[in-house]
């Protein structure tokens, strides 16, 4: 039979198999495709996928294969190994295309649709390709329904595959869905086989039966097909077990991450939301609960977050949440929540997604701040500048601008206007000193400094109009700030200053050109103070001529006078018939001379306050008392004597002698100025005083004596103190009382103040330092038991060496020690009384006058007997030394005042001896 369509037919259990190959397949496929999804990296997904190809592919194609060998017809048939195995290589590859256009695109159906497509017409291409490769006599016809209806089996089983992939289905579940795709894919290799038809070719011999015989290839594919499927089974267990213990230490690790998330998102100080891509709450903390005004339960409970959102923000705050869930974008948007209560909350959100893996986004996070309080402090600060520009437009103040911090001018007063010209409208956003052409006295970043430390800042500007003029403009300019303490904007108040700085600069010229002219006058008045202070000067230096004159000339009247008596009385006591009486009245008067010059000296040194003091720490009060006994005795029944002493009065340290010689001079000059009588007090007070040119700052002693005479006018009170100057009659004063007790006080450390007018009497207040010691035991007991009495003939069996330069002086000293008792040896100078003691000549006592020439003087003289002859007695004789005037006498060191008498000397040298003999040295 040749020309007539041959009729074959398919061994049922090769069929069976090939229906349970494409079962298995798909099943192996389905469970690959799991792992395909649940791999961690792209490389892994990548392998997995391509394994799954393989056994999906590959089993299409085994499946295909084994129903090919199930197909038998009378005729001989043979297969293209070429062909067949490229049909086998288009199985795999077009699997491969389907399931990664589905797992790169994901689980859309336009993905999924383009993979069941390419996968569909893959497989069919693949059934067709194997066709092709039976080679056999005969021509190969086909049905195009049956055809067409194959591939959209192939397509459609496809697609249900690819969609069965990409689901995450139990076990059971894929194995039915395995089921139904092997019965689809073989549905779709048997209406394939349908659609064919074999016309046998001319002359070919066609047998009553179909040729068998492949069975055993069918078998084999079969098995190697089952064999490839299980190892890839047994892949995806191996792995799928070790992804389920990476999954539970993931959860573990997962479990204690989101723990630590929730410990810190519960603590966190701002509102912290989780949300899905719905919108839905699937995580808050406590203060999102408390900004948001609502319980934890409540939000989680099914509320999303439009629900809690201001239907006005609502417009702004969902397209963005749209592309922040689409395409992972974040924002930040300020928005108002709304409060059971009907409260609005403005909050400030930043959002951003929450990503897998894989980079999809499966949830939002927002972290929430309350704005409330600085929207409603932006809000009044607006409304306040809103409220002060119309107040300042309505009161119009002056000129004032508003800048930001870059310059731009944002508000601009009528006072603007009129000063600069400009128009409100043109000057608004134009940066103001560019604009006004601005001038600075400083650099402006020391101006913006000043305004960031200080908040203000004044100066003067130089400005232009709009016509072009240049004018001074005074500027005070203040910082605002906003809620936050940050810089917002600079408040400038503006006043035309050109007139007044003008008129200022021609004052300053005014003003220099004075100034210069008063320099001039100064200048001219300082050269005639000059002239008039050098006139001055001679005056003065005449008055001191004059005064130095008077002086010498009270000097020499009054040592004429004691001179006079001396040399006469000399002269007398040279006549041999001379009557003692009268002899012995001349030698009083001579020794009476003797004493009033003595006491003259005294009383110039004291007056120059050269005199020599013995200065002791007193305690004046029980002197002064004492003294004010005496007074009374020998001033007269018409002086009363008072005192008024403070108690706990200082203690000085003075010259006692001197200090009750001065009261006494004090206290005479008061009885002379109360001729009819009077009251006469002694006041002593502890009292502060500051420095004046005679003394200085400190705490003092003030001794004042107080009369109730008639007082004195102030031409006679300057003139007091002028030595030999007296309002007494002659005979009754020398002027030299008050400026002895002068001298007194300032060699003392302290000074002379005199009180007096007329009819109100006189005060005369010594004002004598406190002493830094305790009082000295003078005070304390008498030293009466320690001297030794003078006499005559106190010196016998006693040396003194005499030394003085003056041979008269020197035979003199030695006629009185001689008259006491003493032996004497006698040395013109220091040099040749030392050298006398070194070579053995022994001497009880050393006599010396203070002033000598050759180098060495008396008290130097002193000083080297106590050290290197500390067993001789030293006494010192002068009529005045400047040495002991300063420092007084050495320690140890008695001390005469020239002229001497011979019991001053004897007690002298009684009192030298007694310290010598305490002395562990002996007598040299």
């Given amino acids: 039979m040749t020309g007539l369509p041959l009729t074959g037919s398919h061994d049922p259990l090769l069929a069976a198999l090939s229906v349970l190959v494409g079962m298995a397949a798909s099943f192996a496929a389905l469970d690959l495709a ?170 070919t011999a066609v047998a009553e039966a179909a040729h068998l015989g492949h069975a055993g290839l069918a078998l084999g ?182 800048r930001d911090l870059d310059g731009i001018i944002r508000h601009w007063s009528a006072g603007c206007e009129r000063l600069y010209g400009w128009s409100a409208e043109e000057a608004l956003g134009m940066n103001a000193h560019g604009f006004l052409q601005t001038v600075f006295p400083v650099p402006p970043g020391e101006i913006a400094a000043a305004l960031e430390r200080d908040g203000e800042w004044t100066g003067d500007l130089v400005q232009r109009t709009r016509d072009g003029a240049e004018i001074v403009v005074a500027a005070r300019k203040a910082m605002r700030r906003g809620p936050d303490g940050a810089p917002t904007a600079v408040l400038e108040a503006l006043t035309d200053v050109t007139a007044q700085r003008r008129a200022e600069a021609a004052l300053a010229l005014q003003r220099n050109e004075l100034e210069r002219i008063v320099e001039e006058r100064t200048a001219a008045l300082l050269r005639a103070a000059e002239e008039r202070r050098r006139a001055e000067d001679a005056a003065r230096q005449a008055e001191k001529l004059a005064a130095l004159g008077e002086l010498t000339g009270g000097v020499a009247h009054d040592f004429g006078n004691l001179l006079q008596v001396v040399t006469s009385g000399a002269a007398l006591l040279k006549r041999s018939s001379l009557p003692e009486a009268k002899r012995d009245e001349i030698l009083e008067g001579m020794i009476q001379a003797g004493r009033s010059a003595r006491e003259l000296t005294g009383r110039l040194l004291a007056f120059a306050r050269k005199q020599t003091l013995r200065p002791e720490v007193i305690e004046v009060g029980t002197r002064l008392s004492g003294m004010a006994g005496l007074l009374r005795q020998t001033l007269g029944s018409g002086i ?103 001298g007194f006080a300032r060699q003392s450390g302290g000074d002379l103040r005199i009180e007096s007018e007329p009819g109100r009497g006189t005060a005369v207040s010594i004002h004598l330092p406190r002493a830094s010691t305790a009082l000295g035991g003078a005070e304390a007991g008498t030293t009466g038991g320690q001297e030794e009495e003078a006499g005559l003939l106190q010196g016998i069996g006693r040396t003194v060496m005499v030394i003085d330069d003056n041979p008269d002086v020197a035979a003199f000293a030695c006629g009185l020690l001689e008259e006491l008792g003493y032996a004497t040896r006698r040395a013109g100078g220091a040099a040749e009384a030392l050298a006398m003691l070194a070579g053995g000549n022994a001497v009880d006592a050393v006599f010396s006058d203070v002033v000598m020439p050759g180098g060495v003087d008396g008290i130097e003289l002193a000083a080297v007997l106590r050290r290197s002859f500390p067993g001789v007695a030293v006494v010192l004789a002068t009529g005045y030394s400047e040495r002991l005037a300063r420092g007084g006498a050495p320690k140890e060191v008695e001390t005469l005042l020239k002229p001497y008498h011979a019991d001053e000397l004897a007690a002298a040298l009684g009192r030298a001896l007694m310290r010598s003999r305490k002395s562990p040295a002996a007598t040299v």
């Avoid at 076990?171 to 086989?193: E, K």
């Avoid at 100080?269 to 408390?290: H, K, M, P, W």
């Avoid at 009907?342 to 999809?360: I, L, T, Y």
């Avoid at 107080?706 to 020398?734: A, C, N, Q, W, Y």
Wanted: charged share 20%; glycine share 12%.
């Fill in 221 to 402: 594919v079969a098995g190697i097909t089952f064999l490839v499927l299980l190892l890839a089974l047994g892949a995806a267990s191996i792995d799928r077990r070790l992804a389920a213990l990476a999954e539970r230490e993931t959860r573990v690790a997962l479990a204690e991450s989101e723990a630590r998330f929730r410990a810190v998102v519960e603590q966190a100080g701002t509102g912290i939301a989780q949300v899905d891509r719905s919108g839905r709450f699937i995580l808050v903390n406590d203060r999102y609960c408390e900004i948001v005004g609502r319980p934890r339960e409540e939000l989680l409970g099914g509320l999303r977050m439009q629900d809690i959102t201001h239907p006005d923000d609502l417009p702004g705050n969902l397209p963005a949440f749209a592309r922040t869930v689409g395409d992972g974008a974040p924002f930040s948007i300020e928005k108002r929540y709304l409060r059971p209560n009907g409260a609005e909350v403005w909050v400030h959100n930043s959002v951003a997604p929450v990503r897998d893996d894989a980079g999809q986004v499966l949830a939002v996070v927002a972290v929430a701040q309350d704005v409330t309080a600085r929207r409603a402090a932006e809000a009044a600060l607006r409304d306040g500048e809103a409220r002060l520009r119309n107040l300042l437009a309505t009161l119009d103040l002056g000129a004032s601008m508003t």
């Fill in 640 to 742: 009363r004597v008072e005192t008024d002493l403070a108690p706990d009065l200082w203690p000085v340290c003075v010259d006692p002698g001197q200090l009750e010689a001065a009261l006494l001079n004090l206290a005479v000059n008061a009885r002379d100025a109360m001729q009819k009588g009077g009251t006469l007090t002694i006041q002593a007070r502890n009292v502060a005083l500051g420095a004046n040119a005679e003394r200085a700052a400190g705490e003092y002693l003030c001794i004042s004596v107080m009369d109730t005479g008639g007082g004195m006018p102030p031409h006679i009170l300057s003139r007091v103190l002028e030595p030999f100057f007296t309002t007494k009659g002659p005979g009754r004063g020398t002027g030299l009382g008050l400026p002895q007790v002068h």
């Fill in 34 to 203: 799991g792992r395909m999804r649940a791999s961690a990296g792209r490389r892994l997904g990548h392998a997995w996928l391509a394994t799954a190809a393989l056994a999906l592919g590959g089993g299409i194609w085994s499946m295909h294969f084994v129903g090919m060998l199930a197909f038998s017809l009378p005729i001989p048939v043979a297969h293209d190994p070429g062909l067949t195995v490229l049909s086998l290589a288009v199985a795999v590859l077009v699997t491969a295309l389907g399931f990664w256009a589905v797992w790169r695109g994901g689980a859309r159906w336009r993905d999924l649709t383009l993979g069941g497509l390419l996968m569909g017409c893959g497989i069919a291409a693949m059934h067709y390709t194997g066709m092709a490769a039976m080679r056999m006599p005969a021509d190969l016809q086909y049905n195009p329904v049956l055809v067409g209806a194959s591939v959209l089996i192939a397509v459609g089983a496809a697609t249900a595959a690819l969609w069965l992939a990409r689901r995450d289905a139990a076990p059971a579940h894929r194995f039915g869905a395995a089921v139904i795709m092997g019965l689809a894919i073989a549905g779709m290799h048997y209406t394939g086989m349908a659609a064919a038809a074999w016309v046998p070719h001319e002359g």
